[in-house]
């Protein structure tokens, strides 16, 4: 299958040889006619302008008397007015350390840091909540799976594959771990159409491959990829899937059991929640086979002087005192996507891809 790509180059909804001039302008007008601030009809305002409101940092104005409008969500994104008085709320009404106290603050903050891992796992349609694991951003989670699963799985002469096209923090522990354990990277290239070669990748699978690091999509290609069908197979020669969904999971339903993944990563503050706090998915059976990522407190069982044993997933994974008020502001951005609903928000997006295709077509007069 190839990977959707939805760019100028090679973005097929529109035949322009099956469409006038005048039919594209009224396709236009039909897909646009939300983005007018005059329109009043609660059917046809668009979802852009009833959810601005929510966001306190749009309310205001720069270079002058210009309302800020901002684009730059594949880097960062704005947090809604809910998530910033979960966090509020938080240190004001029950601050308190988790899973080590039976006073009330404590037992209060430790309920809610667990509901935040619930409501993950059913965000991602995870089996368990015993599958997420809370971890600094998406790139710590990545380091987590190299340094405990990578460290303990790899050998000399085994096969890591990656696209050309990961973000580095996807790309760097995994040459780490190749230094200290002998294996082998292979990166795949991208096609002419600068979409990673999927054909190309069933050939470079075999027995020697052991992982296939890739993105879900990318924020840089604009490329979507058939996760079922890369993990179909990887799963056929042996090896696991570790997918990057920091650029999907905000945009789109994601079901980490209907993608059969192994590992999923991704990070809060891409999808409308707080800095400092991500996740990792990981099956039940991978993490609970994996040794600890970090020592200290949280991730133990019982500690001797001469050897400790250590707690189960996820908490094994969990050293120290974790981001609590973050963990609980992930869950309250996950509550208001979730009331959004992530298909209406698909194709709110999708339909402004559309509609931006063929302004572009009409004021260039070009073809796609």
């Not at 973005?11 to 236009?28: C, D, G, T, V, W």
């Not at 890591?160 to 923090?169: D, G, Q």
């Not at 609970?288 to 994974?317: K, N, Q, W, Y």
Request: net charge negative; with cysteine; aromatic share 8%.
């Amino acid at each position: 299958m190839e990977a959707v790509v939805p760019k100028l180059a090679s973005f097929n909804l529109l035949n322009p040889k099956s469409k006038s001039k005048s039919a594209i302008r009224r396709f236009s007008s039909a897909l646009c006619v939300s983005s007018s601030p005059s329109v009043t009809s609660t059917d046809s305002v668009s979802l852009g302008h009833i959810t601005r409101p929510d966001f306190p940092i749009l309310h205001q104005e720069v270079y002058g008397s210009k309302k800020l409008v901002y684009l730059d969500n594949a880097a960062t994104s704005q947090k809604p007015i809910a998530v910033l008085k979960a966090l509020q709320n938080y240190y004001e009404a029950y601050n308190s350390n988790v899973h080590r106290g039976i006073h009330f603050l404590s037992a209060k903050a430790t309920d809610e840091y667990e509901l935040a891992r619930k409501k993950v796992a059913a965000f991602i349609n995870a089996s368990d909540s015993g599958e997420i694991v809370f971890t600094k951003n998406a790139t710590e989670a990545i380091n987590l799976v190299a340094y405990s699963w990578g460290l303990s799985n790899l050998k000399s002469g085994d096969e890591v594959i990656l696209t050309v096209a990961e973000h580095h923090s996807a790309i760097v522990p995994w040459q780490l771990v190749a230094q200290k354990t002998g294996a082998n990277l292979k990166f795949l290239n991208l096609n002419d159409d600068e979409s990673p070669d999927l054909d190309k990748l069933k050939e470079m699978l075999s027995r020697k491959t052991k992982l296939v690091v890739i993105h879900h999509i990318s924020n840089m290609l604009a490329s979507i990829l058939p996760i079922e069908e890369i993990v179909h197979w990887s799963h056929d020669v042996g090896a696991k899937v570790l997918v990057d969904a920091c650029q999907s999971v905000p945009h789109m339903v994601v079901d980490v059991q209907g993608l059969d993944a192994d590992f999923l990563v991704a990070s809060s503050h891409k999808m409308c929640g707080p800095t400092g706090i991500g996740f990792l998915f990981g099956k039940s059976d991978l993490l609970s086979a994996m040794p600890p990522f970090l020592g200290g407190g949280e991730m133990i069982s019982d500690v001797f002087l001469d050897h400790s044993t250590f707690a189960d997933p996820p908490s094994r994974f969990e050293a120290g005192t974790p981001a609590i008020g973050e963990a609980i502001g992930l869950g309250a951005a996950i509550d208001y996507l979730s009331t959004i609903g992530m298909q209406k928000i698909h194709a709110y997006e999708v339909k402004w891809i559309i509609c931006s295709i063929i302004v572009i077509q009409e004021r260039h007069n070009t073809t796609l």
